[in-house]
C-alpha cells in the first residue's frame, strides 16, 4: 500500500513516516526542509504555502497513493488542492483538540462544541482554523484526528525540554498559583501509532477520533514527573495568578484556564490501538532522547524568569 504524508520531516510527522516505513507500507514524504528518512522512503520537495507549489509537485503522482495524512494544514487554503487531487482516497486529516470550546462538563467527547468557524477571536485562531480544515475535508469522507498535547523527542518547541534545561541547571521551577489544574498529554509515538490504525479500517472513514494518553496530572505533577525523569528534584515557585497571566510560565493554557479530559473511548473502540506510553515512561523517554543529544536542538532564554523571580522579590 502506498501512503503520502504531508510533513513528515519532524515531530507527529516524523514518528508517523518511521512507524509506516516499520509496518510495511511504501511511504512518500512531501516537505520543504529534508530530515533523516527510514530506508526506502522517497521526498518529494516543495513548500505548500506557496501557491501553486502542492499541485505542481503533487500532480504528476496523483494516481499513486492510497492513503494521504495531511499533517499541515491550518486552513482551508491548505486543503482545497489535497481533497481536489485525492478526496477519492483515505484522507487522514491531523487536527487538535484546540477545535473545542471551554466547558464546565469531562470528559470531552468527538460530540463536543466547537469553535465556530467564524470566530474572530486571535486567541482562537489556531482552534478555528482547524475547525474550518475539518468541515472542508468532511465532505470526502476524511477522518479527522483531534491531538491533545504531546511529549516526546523532536519536538520543533522546547515543550518539556526547557523544563529539563531548567532542572538540569538547577533553577527554579515557576507555575501558575499552585499548579492545580490537569493536563492530558500523550507520547507523539502513540499519535503515530494510532494514525496507522486508521489505515484500511473502512468504519474510520469519515470519523472524528481524540487522540490522548490514558493518564493524567496536574501541572505540578508535569513537573514533578519531569523532574523525576531527569534524576533530580524540581524546585517549584508559585507565582500568583495576578502576575501569572503576564508571563509565559509553562506552554499548556490549561495552568491558567482549567484542564479538560479527553475521552478516547471511541478511538479505543474502533481502532486497532491503545497508547502504550504512561507518563512517567514518557518524560522518561523524552528525557532520554534530550540528554542524548536532543538539548543542542534548542536555544534556550530564561531572563523572563528573572523577570517574574524579581517580581517576587527573590
Same mark, same amino acid.
Given at each position: 500500500?502506498?501512503?503520502? +504524508?504531508?510533513?513528515?520531516?519532524?515531530?507527529?510527522?516524523?514518528?508517523?513516516?518511521?512507524?509506516?516505513?516499520?509496518?510495511? *507500507?511504501? +511511504?512518500?514524504?512531501?516537505?520543504?526542509?529534508?530530515?533523516?528518512?527510514?530506508?526506502?522512503?522517497?521526498?518529494?520537495?516543495?513548500?505548500?504555502?506557496?501557491?501553486?507549489?502542492?499541485?505542481d509537485?503533487?500532480?504528476?503522482? =496523483?494516481?499513486e497513493?492510497? +492513503?494521504?495524512?495531511?499533517?499541515?494544514?491550518?486552513?482551508?487554503k491548505d486543503?482545497?488542492?489535497?481533497?481536489?487531487?485525492f478526496?477519492?482516497?483515505q484522507?487522514?486529516?491531523t487536527?487538535?483538540?484546540?477545535?473545542?470550546?471551554?466547558?464546565?462538563?469531562?470528559?470531552v467527547?468527538?460530540?463536543?462544541?466547537?469553535?465556530?468557524?467564524?470566530?474572530?477571536?486571535?486567541?482562537?485562531?489556531?482552534?478555528?482554523?482547524?475547525?474550518?480544515?475539518?468541515?472542508?475535508?468532511?465532505?470526502v469522507g476524511?477522518?479527522?484526528?483531534? +491531538?491533545t498535547?504531546?511529549?516526546?523527542?523532536?519536538?520543533?518547541?522546547?515543550?518539556?525540554?526547557?523544563?529539563?534545561?531548567?532542572?538540569?541547571?538547577?533553577?527554579?521551577?515557576?507555575?501558575?498559583?499552585?499548579?492545580?489544574?490537569?493536563?492530558?498529554?500523550?507520547?507523539?509515538?502513540?499519535?503515530?501509532?494510532?494514525?496507522?490504525?486508521?489505515?484500511?479500517?473502512?468504519?474510520? =472513514?469519515?470519523?472524528?477520533?481524540?487522540?490522548?494518553?490514558?493518564?493524567?496530572?496536574?501541572?505540578?505533577?508535569?513537573?514533578?514527573?519531569?523532574?523525576?525523569?531527569?534524576?533530580?528534584?524540581?524546585?517549584?515557585?508559585?507565582?500568583?495568578?495576578?502576575?501569572?497571566?503576564?508571563?509565559?510560565?509553562?506552554?499548556?493554557?490549561?495552568?491558567?484556564?482549567?484542564?479538560s479530559?479527553?475521552?478516547?473511548?471511541?478511538?479505543?473502540?474502533?481502532?486497532?490501538?491503545?497508547?502504550?506510553?504512561?507518563?512517567?515512561?514518557?518524560?522518561?523517554?523524552? *528525557?532520554?532522547?534530550?540528554?542524548?543529544?536532543?538539548?543542542?536542538?534548542?536555544d534556550?532564554?530564561?531572563?523572563?524568569?528573572?523577570?517574574?523571580?524579581?517580581?517576587?522579590?527573590?
Amino acid at each position: 500500500m502506498n501512503v503520502l +504524508v504531508l510533513g513528515g520531516n519532524r515531530y507527529i510527522g516524523l514518528h508517523l513516516v518511521f512507524e509506516l516505513a516499520r509496518r510495511g *507500507y511504501n +511511504v512518500t514524504v512531501m516537505n520543504s526542509h529534508e530530515a533523516p528518512l527510514p530506508d526506502g522512503a522517497r521526498r518529494l520537495h516543495g513548500d505548500r504555502q506557496v501557491p501553486g507549489v502542492l499541485k505542481d509537485v503533487l500532480e504528476p503522482h =496523483r494516481g499513486e497513493f492510497d +492513503v494521504v495524512f495531511d499533517n499541515t494544514s491550518y486552513q482551508i487554503k491548505d486543503v482545497e488542492p489535497l481533497v481536489e487531487m485525492f478526496g477519492d482516497r483515505q484522507y487522514v486529516f491531523t487536527s487538535s483538540v484546540a477545535v473545542y470550546k471551554r466547558s464546565w462538563i469531562q470528559p470531552v467527547l468527538e460530540t463536543h462544541a466547537t469553535h465556530a468557524p467564524d470566530d474572530p477571536d486571535p486567541r482562537k485562531a489556531y482552534g478555528v482554523g482547524k475547525v474550518n480544515c475539518e468541515n472542508y475535508v468532511s465532505a470526502v469522507g476524511a477522518t479527522s484526528l483531534r +491531538v491533545t498535547h504531546t511529549i516526546g523527542p523532536n519536538s520543533p518547541l522546547p515543550r518539556e525540554h526547557e523544563f529539563f534545561k531548567r532542572l538540569e541547571e538547577g533553577r527554579p521551577i515557576l507555575i501558575p498559583a499552585e499548579g492545580f489544574p490537569f493536563v492530558h498529554l500523550i507520547h507523539v509515538q502513540d499519535v503515530a501509532n494510532l494514525m496507522c490504525s486508521v489505515i484500511g479500517n473502512d468504519q474510520a =472513514r469519515g470519523q472524528i477520533y481524540n487522540v490522548a494518553g490514558r493518564e493524567i496530572t496536574s501541572v505540578a505533577g508535569c513537573m514533578e514527573l519531569m523532574a523525576r525523569a531527569a534524576g533530580t528534584k524540581a524546585n517549584i515557585v508559585h507565582v500568583p495568578m495576578e502576575i501569572a497571566r503576564r508571563h509565559r510560565l509553562v506552554h499548556w493554557g490549561e495552568s491558567l484556564l482549567g484542564g479538560s479530559v479527553i475521552s478516547i473511548d471511541k478511538a479505543l473502540r474502533d481502532l486497532d490501538w491503545e497508547p502504550d506510553y504512561g507518563l512517567e515512561a514518557a518524560y522518561k523517554q523524552s *528525557y532520554e532522547w534530550f540528554a542524548n543529544g536532543g538539548r543542542d536542538r534548542y536555544d534556550f532564554d530564561f531572563s523572563s524568569d528573572e523577570e517574574v523571580l524579581a517580581q517576587l522579590g527573590r
